[in-house]
């Protein structure tokens, strides 16, 4: 399933962890995190991903 069919899928009160890799964090959020870093978002009422923070592993 692509990432645009598993958004639509949710409800608008379900939350998600992805577990995944550098580049598609970026490719989603355009953050560029480090090894480990935690990026933290929210799909807005028209669809678009908006980013909330970041933590850091260590």
């Known amino acids: 399933m692509k990432w645009g069919d598993r ?3 949710l409800g ?3 939350k998600v962890l992805y577990v995944t890799h550098q580049v598609n ?3 989603l959020t355009g953050v560029f995190p480090a ?3 935690i ?3 929210k799909l807005g009422k028209d ?3 908006e ?3 970041e ?3 260590d």
Do not use: D, Y
């Open 55 to 57: 933590i850091n592993a």
């Open 51 to 53: 980013v909330l923070g």
């Open 35 to 37: 090894s480990g870093q």
């Open 7 to 9: 958004r639509r899928a």
């Open 39 to 41: 990026v933290l978002f």
């Open 25 to 27: 964090t970026t490719a």
């Open 47 to 49: 669809g678009e991903i």
């Open 12 to 14: 608008p009160k379900e």
